[in-house]
């Protein structure tokens, strides 16, 4: 009988014992679960590869410990229960030395260890009382009268808390990341929204998801709209070709050249833009990032001068305007009409008499490159030249120049007929109209395009020299505050001031100023180190509080200039970038120190081989 009941009792309890495995097996899978979601909001890099792989390996060491209760004598099993506690320990042991940064020697690593152990113990039996306590009353009976006979119970989740608490720094500031990450990506939205530009992202069916307020007012597309829009409704119809050409870009991930199409609005009017598309993925998803300016007054003016340019050439062939005909027998001019002198200042006799004058009125270069069109000229071929001339009133003018060889009745090259034409006026347009696509309207300064074209050249010439550049990158302090409370014509006036400022506190003609984009300035130094960029950043950030532009929201009650600054030796730097990096950082930091700062970052020279 006592046997018989030792027996049953033995029974009794490995009955309990499975169960209790059970549950273990069935708390790990969700506990683990809810620990891969945290690991993959928490961790980056290897360290989320191996705790994914850590917790799918303890998910399954639950699934099968409980699989194998079920079907097998208990009091084999504890293996498995050894085997998940070992994974459990060793994985959240293995954590805490990836994601902690403290760890400089083994001795530290060990308390670490240790402090783990203790730790994942003391969150078990506190999980088990907190349990009980809330009234899970079966689990007492599960695991008998002392609940330290079965400590695998629930250490999963103790093992998951402790975790946790160990990590809790780096998931707090991995939580402060991510909030930081929205924010940015939210001021990003912003900085998109108020661009006096077009921006879309576009999906590989073309579809957009998501336009800015500037591309929304100037197409005139409703929200709706947009949502049932495609890439080729906006295009004109002899350019909806390009949208299948951007397809496969985006397919094939290679970089979209410069664009110059039209975006055809909700009323059917045009507008010329001029762009690039940067591909990239959102979430997984292939997207195309479309930034465009209107260039439809550049156009126009474009279009213009190619009408003016256009309808000089006609002219000459059909009104007698500098018209002249030259004997290639007897290099001489036997013909020269009065418009001669207005073009030349000279006399159409004096032409005559002497051929040898166009030496001295056309400029060396051109006079060279006539030479060899002379030579070369037939009854098969038009001369057609732009050259400069000297005016007898020492003026330079620029003169469009058309001729023709005339053969005799033999058909033998005889004479050589032209019309010369004055075009100084469109040149000068041409001029303008390049000089003012390098400079910002608002401040006179020179713009972005000019910036980068400067910046270029004064690199190369630099790496030549073997000398110094420096770059200082300055942000006009809380500037949208300034704007919301003032209004956006008031800081127009700021900005205009400021940029006035910039320009004088520079001290050498080959220092410039620009405009990099909003609120930002660039200062661009040749021949300068650190030392003396420091100083004249200083001197523009002094001079900038000086006009003591009121601004209530600043603490300096001021409007103030923080200002990054950068310096290389050109032959220590791959490229530019690396020093317009390096001013943008150092300007980051000029204002998480408070703003109204001047800061340098330094870099890190480096043996470079530079391509010219």
């Keep these: 009988m006592a046997n018989h009941k030792n027996i049953e009792i033995a029974h009794h309890l490995d009955n309990k014992n499975a169960a209790t495995l059970r549950i273990v097996g069935l708390v790990v899978v969700p506990v683990f679960v809810m620990l891969s979601l945290r690991d993959m909001l928490t961790l980056h890099g290897t360290s989320l590869i ?45 954590m805490i030395v990836m994601t902690n940064d403290e760890f400089a020697s083994w001795n530290i690593m060990l308390l670490h260890v240790l402090t783990s152990m203790v730790m994942v113990s003391l969150v078990h039996y506190l999980s088990f009382f907190t349990l009980l306590v809330l009234g899970w009353g079966f689990a007492l009976y599960l695991v008998g009268d002392s609940p330290l006979t079965h400590p695998l119970f629930l250490t999963s989740l103790g093992g998951g808390f402790a975790i946790f608490v160990i990590q809790k720094d780096a998931f707090l500031k991995s939580v402060s990341i991510l909030i ?22 576009v999906k590989t069916d073309l579809s957009f998801t998501y336009v800015n307020s500037y591309w929304k007012r100037r197409l005139g597309y409703t929200d709706e709209e947009i949502a049932t829009l495609s890439l080729k409704d906006i295009l004109p119809d002899h350019q909806r070709h390009l949208a299948a050409v951007l397809l496969d870009q985006m397919s094939s991930g290679t970089h979209a050249p410069m664009l110059k199409i039209q975006f055809k609005c909700k009323n059917g009017t045009l507008i010329h833009v001029e762009g690039t598309a940067q591909f990239f993925d959102n979430e997984g998803i292939r997207e195309s990032r479309g930034i465009f300016l209107d260039v439809t007054e550049s156009r126009r003016a474009q279009i213009q001068l190619m009408v003016s340019e256009h309808r000089f050439r006609l002219l000459a062939d ?82 469009s120049l058309t001729a023709k060889v005339l053969c005799n009745a033999e058909g033998q090259p005889h004479q050589i007929v032209g019309i010369s034409h004055d075009i100084t006026e469109l040149k000068m347009m041409q001029e303008q109209l390049e000089r003012l696509s390098r400079i910002d309207g608002l401040t006179g300064l020179m713009n972005r395009r000019g910036m980068d074209e400067f910046l270029e050249r004064e690199w190369r010439r630099q790496h030549r020299a073997d000398e110094w550049i420096s770059l200082l990158m300055c942000d006009v302090d809380l500037f949208k505050s300034y704007n919301d409370r003032y209004g956006h014509q008031a800081g127009d006036a700021c900005l205009r001031v400021l940029a006035c400022t910039l320009s004088s506190s520079l001290q050498r003609p080959s220092d410039i100023a620009a405009r990099y984009g909003g609120e930002e300035f660039c200062v661009i130094l040749p021949k300068t180190n650190s030392k003396g960029a420091r100083h004249i ?27 990054g600054v950068s310096s290389c030796r050109v032959r220590t730097c791959a490229d530019y970038n690396v020093l317009l990096q390096a001013a943008d950082q150092a300007l980051y930091a000029a204002k998480s120190a408070g703003r109204n700062q001047v800061c340098e970052k330094p870099l890190r020279i480096e043996n470079v081989t530079w391509v010219s």
């Design 537 to 563: 950043a200083e001197i523009i950030r002094k001079n900038v509080a000086a006009l003591n532009v009121e601004h209530e929201v600043s603490t300096y009650g001021k409007v103030t200039l923080s200002i």
């Design 50 to 94: 191996f705790a994914l792989t850590g917790n799918t390996l303890i998910i399954a060491a639950g699934l099968v410990m409980r699989g194998w209760v079920r079907k097998h004598d208990v009091r084999h099993s504890h293996h498995w229960s050894f085997m998940l506690f070992g994974l459990i320990l060793f994985k959240g042991i293995c």
């Design 180 to 201: 930081n990450h929205q924010k940015q990506q939210h001021d990003l939205r912003q900085f998109k929204d108020q661009a006096h530009c077009f921006i879309h992202h």
């Design 318 to 399: 059909n009104v007698q305007e500098a018209f002249w005909l030259f004997d290639r027998s007897s290099c001489q001019f036997v013909y020269v009409n009065q418009a001669f002198k207005t073009l030349t200042g000279y006399s159409p006799q004096a032409l005559i008499k002497d051929p040898r004058l166009v030496f001295k009125i056309m400029e060396a270069p051109h006079l060279n490159e006539l030479k060899e069109h002379y030579e070369t000229l037939d009854n098969t071929n038009v001369l057609k030249l732009e050259h400069t001339i000297r005016h007898r009133d020492g003026s330079i003018r620029w003169v």
